[in-house]
């Protein structure tokens, strides 16, 4: 567990020093949570870079620094967490751009994103709290609903989440984590959170139902 930003910023110290080109990190998690008082400890660092590159990059870098590696668990499965890197009290979970599949951290995301720290060579970027809000609202970890009403109380700008659903939807196509994304929102709803886009996103995932089932009785015809 981590309690303490500054254990954050030696990480990002220690990975700078075995560094020797330049990468961006994006952070989607616990972290950012952290210094908005909106979680007292961490047990992971959530992070997701925004190209296979950077990936196999800090994939060495962490090999270096005598991280092990470790297989994503069942909880992870509808993310499609690329790597579990773990050394005593640190864990660090990293995404290679894409998550659940088909959504992936987009030039929007990377724009909103704030700049929280920069280093010789890495560059460390909070999402936005709208953007953390989409991402941890296609998990399947009870506690990630419960940060997700936590940023909703703090306030968040519903227009640029629909906004990026949308987006993302036509950049991917009609994709199934829009079923998750409406599925947790329900939890959420149910939890007694106010959704103001919830009507939308119920819509887009019917849609997704419907082409779905078309596609299959196509199938099954042929």
Not at 68 to 74: A, F, L, R, V
Not at 134 to 139: D, E, G, P, R
Not at 158 to 176: M, P
Not at 196 to 210: G, M
Request: net charge positive.
């Amino acid at each position: 567990m981590i309690d303490d930003i500054v254990k954050i910023n030696n990480l990002f110290q220690e990975i700078d020093l075995h560094l020797n080109t330049k990468v961006n990190i994006y952070l989607i998690g616990g972290v950012v949570l952290l210094t908005k008082n909106l979680r007292k400890v961490t047990k992971d660092i959530d992070a997701i870079v925004a190209s296979k590159k950077d990936y196999l990059i800090l994939r060495k870098v962490f090999t270096k620094l005598l991280f092990t590696e470790s297989k994503p668990t069942d909880e992870y499965n509808r993310l499609n967490l690329s790597q579990i890197f773990i050394r005593k009290d640190y864990r660090v979970d990293l995404f290679e751009k894409v998550v659940c599949k088909q959504l992936a951290i987009s030039k929007n995301m990377i724009s909103r994103a704030k700049l929280y720290k920069k280093y010789n060579y890495i560059s460390v970027y909070f999402c936005s709290d709208e953007d953390i809000f989409i991402f941890k609202s296609i998990t399947d970890r009870d506690g990630d609903v419960v940060d997700c009403i936590g940023l909703a109380e703090k306030k968040l700008d519903w227009k640029v989440i629909i906004a990026e659903i949308k987006s993302q939807i036509k950049l991917s196509g009609n994709e199934i984590w829009i079923t998750f994304f409406e599925e947790r929102l329900n939890l959420m709803e149910d939890r007694g959170l106010v959704i103001p886009i919830i009507k939308e996103v119920r819509k887009l995932s019917k849609k997704y139902y419907l082409e779905f089932e078309k596609q299959l009785n196509n199938y099954q015809k042929h």
